[in-house]
């Protein structure tokens, strides 16, 4: 992108320019962001006249009309100017990535036709030529290829004659002959934008003119090696006569596959199609914003710098204008420096002059949301200053003379300012002298007025030094100063929240007391109650020669390191236990009780008493090395170490006696009665330790398709990772040692390497070399937690007693990951399949699952009434409360039943009007309570929307069909569906934004009205809900997919329920994410069966899983930093203090820890 020449505006109308993105001889493309700092595009025409802004205001009209498949939207038209503003799409043009990256060929070549295709055919629908289409005007973003520039499209018909416009080597012969711009001049574009993107060159070389309309007027395509069916698509688009050339519309359906006039090509189906096939071409990453690039260099400023970021830039900038300012115009201030350096050097702030600094794009003032929130902050007070600043650099410029000076209302105005309305800005020295010169002057101009000298004497006191301001001033820095501090502090914890989770914790909280007003530390103390770990235990001496061992909890750590053994307790930091003596280890093992530690080198196995620090007994196990793969390992009760052979099988001792076992065993449960066996050859097998027998078990695998086997604590249960062929999924299997019974599931992505039963047998964790690792229930195979390590990990550790799980890494490093909020118990019964939802204000639960319907009071914490059975036990349900949460809707395969939620009794039931309904796919209650929307299916799909009169029961079809969500307006007078808008009075359809996309299924309306929230494509977007404005897209951090919405009752917050049960929560006023406040840490979840509300108090968020477990996330800062407090377990040191908050005076950020 090109920096903005001098002739260039700043602003126009109320978007602000970043820069050019092109210019030709049509007009110049402006980057440029809007109020809300949303990114547009803007083109400004060259030609300016009555007539052309009359044919501008027309043809702007008509592109308005394009549906958004595959272009930019048009957003706005302002003909005084004029300029016409589209929607931004980031990434490059397809002439850039071709020039790149390369020719495109096979179903890349073929998705690209499709999208231009699918953006032709959405243009001539809307009765539109584009006239200009190249590869310049196609780019490739993030969601496929758009079109854009239609600064020369025009209406089809009689206004597409009059002068040529265009690019002439991609222009249709017709053109150059004096014909009108028609469809199929379009068609002669795409066809050269095809034959581009393939051969990597223009098929029309540009050059002179002449040349140029001689070889279009004789041009023959030449399709040679293009694929069926784009070929013979190519040439008939460049056929010389237009009448012989396709439609876009045909051109796209022979594209899909589809016959012209197919049913499914009517409409925006075909479009959609079309659209969805592009989408998935997408291009290379495409430079961020300027709102992002100034956040990154903001978080990369000192604690000093940031505090004088505001004052910089607002001098720079006060939401009007732009300016140029001198060094001296700025705090002198070593950190201003520092700040100019890094901003000069990224190209986002200028140095036109030897001491003078300007922004180099006027878009930052609206592009980024922290200079947007200052401007707004200050903007009462901001023509003051620059008033202010420029007088005092006038008078200093003409030798400070007295009549230069500020007097009368202007310096009343001004030393109001001073003294009372400043916010983010201070007095420079040149300032404070100009400020003092004009009250002497003042005061010596009305010495005979006494009133007014002693005013403007209180003025210039609070203004210019005196106790007061030297107060205020002295608060103001220190705020800032704070608030510095609190945001580099949330930073920080952010960074620690794997390597140290406690201090991060820590640092959260103590960044919230600092600032408790900044979205940064609520941020920082909702990602501290939901961070994944808990704990980290770092050996302060480890080094690549130590050699570590855990206890099976993992709350030992052994290290041995030059003949000397540590003993660490891993919970509490602490070291409990050094001896030296060992001498050297390549293998170590602790039993679970820490009491006896095993060490082998390469000749043999030494056992040592702990306590004492002396050996047990002789060596043993010799002729076995310590480089053999495999792990040194006891059983759990200590009486048996396994020590690993050079074939990557085991052997084993008695600790007792030191003999060795003469059976190939694998695994042994806590008893030692029962024992693994897995022989070189053959099936795995199960034996009877203490009678030395083998147990007869069909269907063992054979034991070189095993990765791990595991034999439960209590000897039930019998678990291995399963190889189900070379190179394919792997299958964990569970056998029933008493039945004989046998649960199978499907390990994802091949984890399953080692396995290890855990929480009392009803626990498996299994992981692979690379760190991925898996928690299942053994019951029914449920995955608890899912998470990607790194090759470093070594072995999981389940603690039951911590109810966590520990992660042993490479080099003495053990992570702690709670699980308790995982291994909540239902409150109800229920099902994984099942589907939960909340009554409003989250009063009450209700649950169905198997068939039947459940109700918990959640305030009282109790059931309401009893199950009460509706439907078919294997499928699902779906519930909808009405607005009072007096009543409950349930629709299932027997239809509608309706419960009354006080008791929890039935109230009436009714099947669909429709005789062709045979399942139920959404419920939603009307604002008034009077309707109940119905979406139906029969064998054939979805049938036609029912609205219910409750009242009469009396029922009307809508004009669309829908098959799940719906959401009513809060006004009730629009209905929103998956795929349209209806008007619930007459059940038909309203106009609907093309933006909201053909098909959605997560949105919700504000309960105050204000609002809709759409998930679409992996975006969170704000309309207004009216839908007549596309508002905001919402941060949304990668991977994170939404499956549910919550509104607050106010309206303020919005949180997501997603993809591997993780709940975000967004702030409205802002539209800053707040951070994570459930992370169930799995790879998919319960997904849409799960629910989500937000209490009554608006300060608790609720959630329920369809299983009926019922969780409760506070919200409020003052609880979520107890709760930090309260999980970190102790206070800063002082030595952290220093570190971290080396100029802060020391508070109490925990008061109750110790």
Not at 312 to 327: N, P, Q, W, Y
Request: overall charge negative; some cysteine.
């Amino acid at each position: 992108m090109a920096a903005l020449t001098p002739s260039d505006p700043h602003r126009l109308g109320g978007y602000w320019l970043a820069g050019r993105l092109g210019a030709g001889g049509q007009g110049v493309v402006y980057d440029a962001y809007g109020p809300d700092g949303e990114r547009v595009a803007i083109k400004v025409p060259r030609a300016d006249s009555p007539e052309s802004r009359r044919r501008l205001g027309k043809e702007a009209d008509a592109a308005r009309r394009v549906a958004a498949f595959c272009t930019a939207r048009v957003v706005e038209v302002d003909l005084g100017v004029p300029y016409v503003v589209s929607e931004f799409v980031p990434g490059r043009t397809l002439r850039e990535v071709v020039a790149e990256v390369g020719p495109y060929a096979g179903e890349g070549l073929h998705r690209l036709a499709v999208g231009v295709a699918t953006a032709l055919a959405a243009i001539h629908r809307a009765g539109v030529v584009h006239r200009d289409l190249k590869p310049d005007n196609i780019i490739l973003g993030p969601d496929g290829p758009r079109v854009i520039d239609f600064g020369v499209a025009r209406e089809a018909g009689p206004t597409t004659t009059g002068p040529v416009m265009g690019t002439p080597n991609y222009m249709a012969p017709e053109l150059f002959s004096g014909r009108g711009a028609g469809a199929a001049a379009d068609l002669w574009s795409w066809g050269l934008v095809v034959l581009f993107a393939a051969r990597g060159a223009d098929a029309v070389e540009p050059g002179d003119p002449v040349a140029v309309v001689s070889e279009v007027l004789g041009y023959r395509a030449d399709v040679e090696g293009l694929p069926e069916p784009l070929g013979p698509l190519v040439a008939a688009a460049l056929a010389q006569e237009p009448g012989r050339r396709p439609g876009a519309r045909a051109v796209l359906l022979a594209l899909l596959g589809l016959p012209d006039g197919d049913d499914a090509g009517e409409g925006d189906a075909a479009l959609a199609r079309g659209g969805a096939l592009a989408a998935t071409l997408a291009g290379p990453a495409a430079e961020p914003g300027l709102g992002a690039a100034a956040e990154e260099l903001y978080g990369e400023l000192s604690e000093r710098e940031r505090a004088a970021a505001p004052e910089v830039f607002l001098r720079m900038a006060d939401g009007e204008s732009v300016r140029e300012v001198t060094r001296a115009e700025l705090p002198e201030e070593e950190a201003v420096d520092g700040l100019l350096a890094l901003f000069t050097a990224s190209g986002l702030v200028s140095a036109p002059g030897a001491d003078t600094y300007a922004l180099a794009r006027p878009g930052l003032v609206q592009a980024w949301p922290r200079l947007r929130d200052w401007v707004a902050d200050n903007r009462e007070g901001l023509p003051v200053q620059r008033r202010l600043a420029e007088a005092a650099l006038f008078w200093d410029g003409h030798g400070r003379k007295p009549a230069d000076l500020l007097h009368g209302s202007h310096l009343d105005r001004t030393l109001r300012w001073a003294a009372a309305e400043r916010k983010d800005l201070t007095l420079v020295r040149l300032e404070r002298e100009f400020l003092d010169a004009a009250t002497a002057r003042s005061r010596r101009r009305v010495r005979l007025r006494a009133m007014l000298a002693g005013a403007m004497a209180v003025l210039l006191v609070l203004a210019l030094g005196g106790l007061a301001l030297a107060e205020y001033r002295r608060t103001e820095v220190a705020a800032q100063r704070d608030a510095a501090t609190a945001r580099a502090l949330a930073l920080r914890a952010a960074g620690l929240r794997v390597n140290d989770p406690k201090l991060a914790m820590l640092l959260s909280v103590a960044a919230y007391r600092l600032d408790p007003g900044i979205p940064e530390t609520r941020v920082a103390l909702i990602d501290s109650r939901s961070q994944r770990f808990t704990d980290t235990f770092t050996d302060p001496d480890a080094a690549p020669d130590v050699v570590y061992a855990t206890s099976r909890d993992g709350r030992l750590l052994v290290a041995v390191q030059s003949g000397q053994a540590r003993l660490w307790d891993v919970r509490a930091h602490r070291q409990l236990r050094q001896f030296t003596g060992v001498g050297a280890a390549g293998k170590a093992a602790i039993t679970a009780d820490g009491k006896i530690l095993a060490l082998q080198d390469d000749r043999a196995v030494r056992l040592w008493d702990v306590a004492s620090g002396r050996p047990i007994g002789a060596a043993f196990a010799t002729g076995l090395d310590a480089t053999d793969p495999g792990e040194l390992a006891f059983d759990a009760g200590g009486r048996l170490l396994a020590v690993p052979d050079a074939e990557g099988g085991r052997r084993w001792w008695t600790v007792k006696d030191r003999k060795a076992l003469r059976a190939d065993l694998y695994a042994v449960d806590d008893q030692g009665d029962r024992g693994v066996v897995t022989p070189r050859r053959g099936k795995v097998e199960l034996w009877d330790l203490r009678a030395n027998r083998r147990i007869g078990l069909p269907g063992l695998p054979r034991a070189e398709d095993v990765e791990s086997v595991e034999i439960s604590g209590d000897g039930r249960w019998l678990a291995y990772a399963q190889e189900l062929s070379k190179g394919a999924e792997r299958r964990l299997e569970v056998r029933d040692l008493k039945s004989g019974g046998t649960r199978r599931s499907v390990i994802p992505d091949g984890v399953a390497r080692t396995l290890t039963f855990g929480f009392g047998d009803e626990l498996i964790a299994h992981w692979d070399l690379l760190g991925d690792t898996v928690v299942q229930r053994r019951s029914d195979g449920q995955q608890i937690l899912r998470m990607e390590m790194s090759s470093d990990l070594e072995s999981v550790r389940p603690d039951p007693g911590d109810r966590a799980i520990r992660l042993v890494m490479n080099g003495g490093v053990i992570h702690t990951v709670g699980l308790a909020a995982l291994l909540d118990k239902p409150v109800v019964s229920g099902d994984s399949l099942g589907t939960g939802e909340f009554a409003p204000g989250g009063r009450l639960l209700a649950t169905f699952a198997r068939g039947e319907v459940r109700l918990w009071d959640v305030a009282r914490g109790r059931p309401v009434g009893v199950p009460i059975a509706w439907g078919d036990p294997m499928l699902q349900g779906k519930l909808a409360f009405d607005p009072t949460g007096r009543r409950l809707a349930v629709g299932t395969d027997d239809g509608v039943l309706l419960i009354d939620t006080g008791t929890g009794t039935k109230l009436t039931s009714f099947r669909p009007a429709n005789p062709k309904a045979s399942s139920i796919y959404g419920l939603e209650f009307s604002p008034d309570d009077r309707t109940l929307a119905i979406a139906t299916g029969g064998i054939d799909g979805a049938l036609p929307l029912e609205l219910r009169d409750l009242r009469s029961g009396s029922s009307r079809a809508a004009d669309v069909e829908s098959e799940g969500v719906t959401a009513w307006r809060p006004d009730g007078r629009v209905l929103m569906t998956a795929t349209a808008l209806i008007d619930p009075v007459k059940g038909a359809r309203l106009a609907r934004p093309r933006m909201l996309g053909t098909s959605l299924q997560v949105y919700d309306f504000s309960p105050d009205g204000r609002y809709l929230a759409v998930w679409m494509a992996g975006r969170l977007v704000l309309w207004d809900a009216r839908l007549t404005a596309r508002i905001d897209d919402l941060p949304v951090p990668p991977g994170f997919e939404a499956t549910r919405l919550a509104w607050s009752r106010d309206g303020t917050m919005l949180a997501a329920y997603g993809f591997g049960d993780q709940i975000r929560l967004w702030d409205i006023g802002s539209r800053q994410a707040l951070g994570t406040v459930f992370d169930g840490m799995t790879e998919y979840g319960f997904m849409e069966g799960a629910a989500i509300a937000f209490a009554e108090d608006g300060r608790t968020l609720l959630s329920a899983t369809p299983e009926g477990v019922l969780r409760t996330h506070p919200l409020d800062p003052v609880r979520l930093a107890k709760s930090a407090c309260q999980a970190a377990g102790r206070a800063l040191t002082s030595q952290e203090w220093s570190h971290y908050l080396p100029e802060a005076e020391p508070f109490p950020v925990c008061p109750d820890a110790g």
